[in-house]
T-cell receptor, first 117, second 111 residues
Framework: ETGVTQTPRHLVMGMTNKKSLKCEQH?????MYWYKQSAKKPLELMFV???????ENNSVPSRFSPECPNSSHLFLHLHTLQPEDSALYLC????????????????FGAGSRLTVL | GESVGLHLPTLSVQEGDNSIINCAYS??????FIWYKQESGKGPQFIID?????DKRQGQRVTVLLNKTVKHLSLQIAATQPGDSAVYFC??????????FGQGTELSVKP
């Protein structure tokens, strides 16, 4: 295990549902991230949180709503999604957002596989 | 714009052979690069990294080479094993926690 835990691992939802993805890290990191991984595409950064403050929203549609109540937990609230939102959603954490290198690298969870019907 | 890409989407090698996975990047100001390995059903796992003031870095059975002149990055895996079968991603540090990932190369190891 990497120390970054994502739940649920699999989620199927209709376009009118509301669901949430959860990420928890036990590494003492202060930065947390959401990435989207679609087939045949590179990982796409969605959001960055540093010390609970959102520092990056990579033009993500408002139907995705992140929440970071503390440095150990990160949520992605999902509402009225589209079938093209089906993907693997990866959470990651790092010691700090800045100065990524050496011991300050991104550690990923196993992802939540989302299917939107 | 910034982009990081891989030359080949798939690579098949014989067990015991060496593997070379290539990556091209476009932002000459990038100062840090990382290679990740993603096995089926798992998230990306850090393999090795290199700063732009280096041209080579070695780990256990893996070596990363950086050629800043042509903006090229490669990952070499020595004595490839079945457990090395995975998708390999290069990533470029764009600053403020933003990593730009390439599309990935799927490595298959034949016994």
């Amino acid at each position: 295990e990497t120390g970054v835990t994502q739940t649920p691992r699999h989620l199927v939802m209709g376009m009118t549902n509301k669901k949430s993805l959860k990420c928890e890290q036990h590494l003492g990191h202060n930065a947390m991230y959401w990435y989207k991984q679609s087939a045949k595409k590179p990982l796409e950064l969605m959001f960055v949180y540093n010390f609970k403050e959102q520092t990056e929203n990579n033009s993500v549609p408002s139907r995705f709503s992140p929440e970071c109540p503390n440095s150990s937990h990160l949520f992605l609230h999902l509402h009225t999604l589209q079938p093209e939102d089906s993907a693997l959603y990866l959470c990651a954490s790092s010691l700090d957002r800045d100065g990524l290198s050496g011991a300050n690298v991104l550690t990923f969870g196993a992802g939540s596989r989302l299917t939107v019907l | 714009g910034e982009s990081v890409g891989l030359h080949l989407p798939t690579l098949s090698v014989q067990e015991g052979d060496n593997s070379i996975i290539n990556c091209a990047y476009s932002n000459s100001a990038s100062d840090y690069f990382i290679w990740y390995k993603q096995e089926s059903g798992k998230g990306p796992q850090f393999i090795i990294d290199i700063r732009s003031n280096m041209d080579k870095r070695q780990g256990q059975r893996v070596t990363v080479l950086l050629n800043k002149t042509v903006k090229h990055l490669s990952l070499q895996i020595a004595a490839t094993q079945p457990g090395d079968s995975a998708v390999y991603f290069c990533a470029e540090n764009a600053g403020e926690g933003k990593l730009i990932f390439g599309q990935g190369t799927e490595l298959s190891v034949k016994p």
